[in-house]
């Protein structure tokens, strides 16, 4: 493809019949990529997806030929990208499962070829002793069996000092690799942009929190908000602007709730908010504070010498987990909660509970 893309960059002569012939093709390519990728969940065919998606939003409306190659060129540079970093990421993986192998073997190694040695040294000891059987002076065999009994003190102690030796050394190795490993972990549950949990991460901490809410007996609610008119503001910005304010966004999440509230990037312009051990109604108060602080605040930003300034809100849509809720369906009332904020005006707080519904078919 990216051939492609270089001789069309070179004809002068191909216009509007040529980009209204690839646009609708490179729109289909994008579309199986999609499909194709369905089913993967780590953070990187996440954030693939998401762009790629972008890409098909921009090439489904009328573009002048040169739009048109760059936003293809930028499909090319995004799965260029992914390709890069998984073949990264799967090199770091093989690297770490080598280390534990070469840790293994080593172990092995020492236990068996250490054990062999000692057994060795016992040997020629035991046939040492055998032969003083052969001793009639009895100062010489009392002299004889202390040096011998030493000997075997000595082995038996050198022995322990290898193993512990060894031990610490192998453990110190284990402990690299693991931290290794919980490191990398934790970096794949970050959002590279705005440095809070993904929707993996997202995820993951809300089946736990469900299940440590439900033990407890005590209340979970879940926020979902939205940047209100964010393709208004890539349009008019540019998505580097566009860029820092989902930073902005999530920095002024994390300073306006507690720190035992866990804020995360849902996906595109949306982020999620557990709260634990709080209820609708503390909630709903604590969320119209966020978003009225949110609203009177702006992003500056330097355009080339011209100061310019950006203001933005967002809604927000809050549900509380119920005995009957599972994970999901907290998530989708809360969801369902941000919808109505957005057709209702935006820049509001909208709570959902249960249906009455609902409710009587989780009981029957």
């Known amino acids: 493809m990216q051939d492609l893309i270089e001789l069309e960059l070179r004809r002068p002569d191909a216009q509007d019949a040529d980009a209204g012939y690839w646009s609708p093709f490179v729109q289909n390519l994008l579309r199986v990529i999609c499909v194709v990728t369905a089913d993967a969940t780590s953070p990187e065919i996440n954030r693939l ?56 073997r080593e172990a092995a190694a020492r236990l068996v070829g250490d ?12 046939t040492r002793l055998h032969a003083l059987r052969e001793l009639d002076d009895i100062r010489e065999l009392k002299r004889q069996l202390t040096d011998e009994v030493a000997s075997l003190e000595q ?13 610490a050394a192998l ?15 934790a970096q794949a549950s970050i959002d590279p942009l705005t440095k809070v949990a993904n929707r993996g991460g997202f995820d993951r901490v809300l089946t736990r929190t469900v299940a440590t809410a439900r033990a407890n007996g005590v209340a979970l609610s879940l926020a979902m908000l939205d940047v209100d008119h964010f393709k208004q503001v890539n349009d008019t910005h540019g998505h580097q602007v566009g860029d820092r304010v989902l930073l902005c966004t999530a920095e002024w999440l994390r300073g306006a709730v507690r720190h035992t509230d866990f804020v995360a990037r849902y996906g595109g312009e949306e982020f999620a908010v557990l709260l634990y051990d709080a209820d ?34 967002v809604s927000c849509g809050l549900a509380e987990l ?27 707080v909208v709570c959902r509970r249960p249906s009455r519904l609902g409710r009587l078919l989780h009981l029957s």
Do not use: M, W
């Open 49 to 104: 997806r998401a762009r790629l998606v972008e890409h098909r939003r921009q090439l489904s409306h009328p573009l002048h030929p040169q739009e048109a190659r760059s936003v293809t060129a930028a499909c090319v540079r995004d799965c260029e990208h992914y390709l890069q970093q998984t073949r990264h990421d799967h090199s770091a993986r093989e690297a770490e499962l080598a280390d534990l192998v070469a840790i293994l």
């Open 171 to 185: 453990s110190e190795r284990i402990d690299t690799l693991q931290s290794d490993l919980e490191r990398a972990e």
């Open 280 to 313: 609708l109604a503390q909630a709903e108060t604590r969320f119209q504070r966020v978003i009225e602080s949110i609203a009177g605040r702006s992003y500056e930003y330097d355009d080339h010498g011209t100061p310019r300034v950006v203001r933005f809100t």
């Open 155 to 167: 082995a038996v102690a050198d022995k322990r000092k290898r193993d512990e030796d060894a031990i």
């Open 322 to 348: 119920t005995s009957q809720d599972s994970d999901q369906d907290l998530v989708q009332r809360a969801d369902q909660a941000l919808y109505d904020a957005k057709r209702k005006g935006r820049n509001r």
């Open 115 to 126: 054990s062999v040695d000692f057994h060795a040294t016992l040997l020629k000891g035991a």
